[in-house]
């Protein structure tokens, strides 16, 4: 099938000519392409749009409401570089008052242990005794998970705040059948002990094949373990644990902290270590990259501080802040029906159309230039060419994408930039969204269930191959020689 565009994709200046978008009809073959993957062309959403001139280039159900997944995070990528700026820098603090101590987060999504170790080598230096041990985590609204529906003990799903430790998340290891269990918070250079996290033996046998489960905050059951093994866990109270797994941090460096507790550091206490995080361009980089669903909460909820004034009171008032924001800078798109249930996507609750985050996409690139960087990027082999040395070039050539996936049970979506042959660059955005099968989900969810079903993940499979004939196909390619997505 033909994505055909008058003036759209050649560099050529065309008079008289009015250029237009052409849906897609089942008999220009995306029915039998859908079919060839389990896939009906209802399932279906994508359009694509001229970055230069924000023409329509071509269309199918791009007004089809879907579950972006992680796609959402692009909204987040776009306000926090737009609202903060690319060098904005969250800062962590460690402060004296006295011979109280204050840990101070500041919304740092990468802070390790390592980062504050020259703290705590000064206060030995200077020979400090410290007597209490406060974190403050007011800087942002703290929450234990992340979406409610997700299963319990998935380390994708970890507590968001002000403070956060190694992605808020610690390995279960244990060996000698079980009897030896240990949370450890691990960073590139350090394993420490995570005591936020307690493990306790089941009484009763744990039905297979959970091998923990959660009772209330950070306290976990296990049973039916083997002989030895490892696992992820996510931390449900970050503020707390990062305080305690850097009084173990201290404890290696000679220094004896007492057991932390809650409390703001007064204005007048002496700045022991300010640590400034990455800067915010390469923090997303990394957020999108790899879908880190805590870093994008953490980013949301910092923007929507800036653009309200003031800390956010809760993580449903921090995303109706920040997507008002978003629809303001694109008045002329339909936000009927956008909604996201965070700032991550990580929530079967959210809903865009593929028009919308286009569109998101060719305004965001205007507000904010290193969106371009930031998007992940990827190549699809172009193989197919013409004769001669059209043909030899075209084996050797591919085509240029930047873009970030999202993934869900039956929801599967792909939103970014491509570069034509000629240098051309257009934004797309493609789903593929079975409504009632993830409906059938929804009302037959089990959080103590960590795996996906079988039919979930070939229904992704699928979905996954879909989108790449989409774009590996000369069918689907942007052919510059020609003026039309071919």
Request: charged share 20%; net charge neutral; hydrophobic share 45%.
């Amino acid at each position: 099938f033909f994505f055909q565009a008058e003036d759209g994709i050649r560099d050529v200046a065309v008079t008289g000519v009015q250029t237009c978008a052409l849906p897609i009809s089942p008999a220009d073959g995306l029915a039998e392409l859908s079919g060839d993957f389990g896939l009906a062309p209802d399932q279906l959403g994508f359009v694509v749009i001229d970055t230069e001139n924000g023409q329509v280039l071509a269309e199918h159900q791009a007004d089809r409401m879907v579950v972006p997944a992680s796609v959402a995070k692009l909204s987040t990528a776009v306000a926090a570089l737009a609202v903060l700026g690319p060098e904005h820098r969250f800062e962590t603090q460690l402060a004296l008052h006295g011979s109280a101590l204050f840990l101070v987060g500041g919304g740092d999504p990468l802070l390790t242990p390592e980062d504050l170790r020259p703290a705590f080598r000064r206060i030995k230096e200077r020979g400090l005794r410290i007597e209490r041990f406060f974190y403050d985590a007011t800087a942002l609204p703290e929450a234990p998970e992340i979406d409610p529906l997700q299963p319990e003990n998935s380390s994708y799903n970890p507590g968001i705040g002000a403070l956060a430790l190694d992605f808020n998340r610690v390995l279960i290891d244990w060996k000698a059948n079980g009897r030896e269990v240990t949370a450890l918070a691990v960073s590139d250079a350090l394993r420490l002990k995570a005591d936020a996290v307690r493990l306790v033996p089941s009484p009763a046998p744990v039905p297979p094949p959970y091998r923990f489960l959660a009772e209330g905050a950070d306290r976990w059951v296990f049973a039916n373990l083997q002989p030895s093994g490892r696992i992820w866990l996510p931390v449900k109270q970050p503020a707390l644990n990062a305080a305690l797994v850097l009084r173990r941090l201290a404890e290696r460096e000679g220094v004896s902290l007492p057991m932390p507790v809650a409390g703001k550091r007064p204005p007048d206490a002496t700045i022991v270590q300010i640590h400034s995080s990455h800067r915010l361009a390469e923090i997303v980089r990394r957020l999108l990259e790899h879908s880190n669903n805590m870093a994008a909460e953490m980013v949301g909820l910092s923007t929507a501080g800036r653009l309200a004034g003031v800390s956010p009171p809760n993580l449903a008032h921090s995303v109706g802040v920040v997507d008002g924001w978003i629809k303001g800078i694109v008045p002329e798109v339909d936000w009927t029906g956008f909604a996201r249930a965070n700032h991550s996507g990580l929530s079967p609750a959210s809903r865009t159309t593929p028009r919308q985050m286009a569109r998101l996409v060719v305004h965001g690139l205007v507000l904010v230039p290193d969106l371009v960087d930031a998007l992940p990027s990827r190549e699809i082999a172009d193989a197919e060419g013409g004769d001669g040395k059209e043909a030899a070039e075209a084996k050797n050539a591919s085509l240029a994408i930047r873009a970030k996936s999202g993934t869900m049970a039956y929801a599967r979506g792909l939103v970014g930039l491509l570069w034509t042959h000629s240098g051309r660059r257009v934004a797309f955005a493609v789903f593929a969204y079975d409504d009632a099968k993830r409906a059938a989900f929804d009302a037959t969810l089990d959080k103590r269930v960590p795996e996906m079903p079988a039919t979930a993940t070939t229904w992704i499979r699928r979905a996954r191959g879909l989108e790449r004939a989409l774009l590996d196909r000369k069918s689907t390619r942007l052919n510059s020689s020609h003026g039309y997505i071919s």
